[in-house]
T-cell receptor, first 112, second 114 residues
């Protein structure tokens, strides 16, 4: 297992387009988290899954954002009708229950 | 809501010297965890050190140690014998034991010069 994997690493999209990111967690981890990190800020929590259940969503996660984790394995984060304010690094992390969270390298989104 | 404050946007240190990064947090909880994460440029965030609030003894991991002052809600990171590879953004993070999500500070950029 090579750790948490995110795809793509970079995404440039035009305002109004939809984008989807994928995260593959460490295989034995049952929890998966999405965070957003903007320039000069620490990561901010978006949502997390325990197995396939989405247990918590931040108020940052507007109606344009949706996340899934089918079968409790990989997860996708979709942003519909992207806005320039969505430009950020999207980080995925996984853990086994409340133990150490391991982070992926992130997907950098640029909305032009 | 919990908040984490890192008051030093940037710190500099020379190789082999010691540097301390500051972190304060605000919580009404008594049971929680504190972390320092390192994020090198364009690389993934990795855990440096972890402290359980119920433990009075400060955590240490090789050249990294913390000064945990629970009453003062302070959690500083000391890096001894600094190396060029220590250059990175360092984030302090808080986790309430009853929850599952980390609250991060804004980070401190550590610069290491030869």
């Amino acid at each position: 297992d090579t750790g948490v994997s995110q795809d793509p690493r970079h995404k440039i999209t035009k305002r109004g387009q939809n984008v989807t990111f994928r995260c593959d967690p460490i295989s034995e981890h049952n929890r998966l988290y999405w965070y957003r990190q903007t320039l000069g800020q620490g990561p901010e929590f978006l949502t997390y899954f325990q197995n396939e259940a989405q247990l918590e969503k931040s108020r940052l996660l507007s109606d344009r954002f949706s996340a899934e984790r089918p079968k409790g394995s990989f997860s996708t984060l979709e942003i519909q009708r992207t806005e320039q304010g969505d430009s950020a690094m999207y980080l995925c992390a996984s853990s086994f229950m409340n133990t150490e969270a391991f982070f992926g390298q992130g997907t950098r989104l640029t909305v032009v | 809501a919990q908040t984490v404050t890192q008051s030093q946007p940037e710190m500099s240190v020379q190789e082999a010297e010691t540097v301390t990064l500051s972190c304060t947090y605000d919580t009404s909880e008594s049971d929680y965890y504190l972390f320092w994460y390192k994020q090198p440029p364009s690389r993934q965030m990795i855990l440096v050190i972890r402290q359980e609030a119920y433990k009075q003894q400060n955590a240490t991991e090789n050249r990294f140690s913390v000064n945990f002052q629970k009453a003062a809600k302070s959690f500083s990171l000391k890096i001894s014998d600094s190396q060029l590879g220590d250059a990175a953004m360092y984030f302090c993070a808080y986790l309430n034991s009853g929850y599952s999500t980390l609250t991060f500070g804004k980070g401190t950029m550590l610069l290491v010069s030869p």
